[in-house]
T-cell receptor, first 112, second 112 residues
Framework: DAGVTQSPTHLIKTRGQQVTLRCSPK?????VSWYQQALGQGPQFIFQYYEEEERQRGNFPDRFSGHQFPNYSSELNVNALLLGDSALYLCASSRHRGNEQFFGPGTRLTVL | QKEVEQNSGPLSVPEGAIASLNCTYSDRGSQSFFWYRQYSGKSPELIMSIYSNGDKEDGRFTAQLNKASQYVSLLIRDSQPSDSATYLCAVTPVGGGFKTIFGAGTRLFVKA
């Protein structure tokens, strides 16, 4: 049973650049949520995708966008990177009628 | 007032003792409650979910929920050094749609 996978593991970018992070959900899951986790903080909800649509969004600017594909995998795009975007980006998958979310290993983004 | 509050710790307990981790939340209508364990440099791992008032036991872990007091706790019996990690409390507020709100976590150290 494959768990949630994310790529890449680590990424270094400079201010103003754009980045795309990828996530494949756990087998049997159709819903993907993205979180940002700063050092010493809990994960902060960015948005959730279901049926290829953004179902809900947290308090993040429009620079953060996403996509879900027919195979339920998802991408998180961040434009015009700021130093403050440096964080661990987590993808979590779930069944659309379930509440339990399972996290991938995360992508560590560093913005210089 | 934060939506989900946890004591940041660190909480230090000797091996074999009971570790008690606490969490309060602000949305009285919240329905779903979760405990995640996060080792340093890793992603959160779901330990327990609880939806009804009372206790729920799973191995050495017991989750306790008191909706009237807006309080959820996690007890770890026979604590082991391998339990040393940050424990994240997460809540799905009734008015929050599909969003899950995480606390900042409590660091637990189990001394051998």
């Amino acid at each position: 049973d494959a768990g949630v996978t994310q790529s890449p593991t680590h990424l270094i970018k400079t201010r103003g650049q754009q980045v795309t992070l990828r996530c494949s959900p756990k087998s049997g899951h159709d819903t993907v949520s993205w979180y940002q986790q700063a050092l010493g903080q809990g994960p902060q909800f960015i948005f959730q995708y279901y049926e290829e649509e953004e179902r809900q969004r947290g308090n993040f600017p429009d620079r953060f966008s996403g996509h879900q594909f027919p195979n339920y995998s998802s991408e998180l795009n961040v434009n015009a990177l700021l130093l403050g975007d440096s964080a661990l980006y987590l993808c979590a998958s779930s069944r659309h009628r379930g509440n339990e979310q399972f996290f991938g290993p995360g992508t560590r983004l560093t913005v210089l | 007032q934060k939506e989900v509050e946890q004591n940041s710790g660190p909480l230090s307990v000797p091996e074999g003792a009971i570790a008690s981790l606490n969490c309060t939340y602000s949305d009285r209508g919240s329905q779903s409650f979760f405990w995640y364990r996060q080792y340093s440099g890793k992603s959160p791992e779901l330990i327990m979910s609880i939806y009804s008032n009372g206790d729920k036991e799973d191995g050495r872990f017991t989750a306790q929920l008191n909706k009237a007091s807006q309080y959820v706790s996690l007890l770890i019996r026979d604590s082991q050094p391998s339990d040393s990690a940050t424990y994240l409390c997460a809540v799905t507020p009734v008015g929050g749609g599909f969003k899950t709100i995480f606390g900042a976590g409590t660091r637990l150290f189990v001394k051998a």
